[in-house]
């Protein structure tokens, strides 16, 4: 089992900056791939960023490239996620996720074993 805590979230204006950070416990955090989710109301959760398990690959979402950015510390079990330059449509609930099965990093939520309970993000115009 891997328990998962996301913290971080809040209200910010446009053009802003938050740092998400997802706490691990449970198992080994540095076997396993980590993503960040996010879903807006009346939306699909759609993927932002994944990491591998040393944090040398790492994949984003077109929408987030070059304002996200994903990072882990494993002495530290956790997950991080920057995000600068933020608008008013990154406004959502952000889930981090671990992938304890795979050692290829996916953008596909149903490859996902645990998540945590989400955080919200709300940016203001």
């Known amino acids: 089992q891997v328990q998962l805590v996301e913290s971080g979230g809040g209200l910010v204006q446009s053009g802003g900056s938050l740092r998400l950070s997802c706490g691990a416990s449970g198992r080994t955090f540095s076997d396993y791939v980590m993503g960040w989710f996010r879903q807006a109301p009346g939306k699909k959760r759609e993927f932002v960023a994944a990491?591998?398990?040393?944090?040398?690959?790492?994949y984003y979402a077109d929408s987030v490239k070059d304002r996200f950015t994903i990072s882990r510390d494993n002495a530290k079990n956790t997950v991080y996620l920057q995000m600068n330059s933020l608008k008013p449509e990154d406004t959502a609930v952000y889930y981090c996720?671990?992938?304890?099965?795979?050692?290829?990093?996916?953008?596909?939520?149903?490859?996902?074993?645990?998540w945590g309970q989400g955080t919200q993000v709300t940016v203001s115009s």
């Open positions: 990491i591998s398990w040393g944090g040398s690959t790492t």
């Open positions: 996720a671990a992938e304890t099965h795979e050692v290829v990093v996916t953008t596909i939520a149903a490859k996902y074993d645990y």
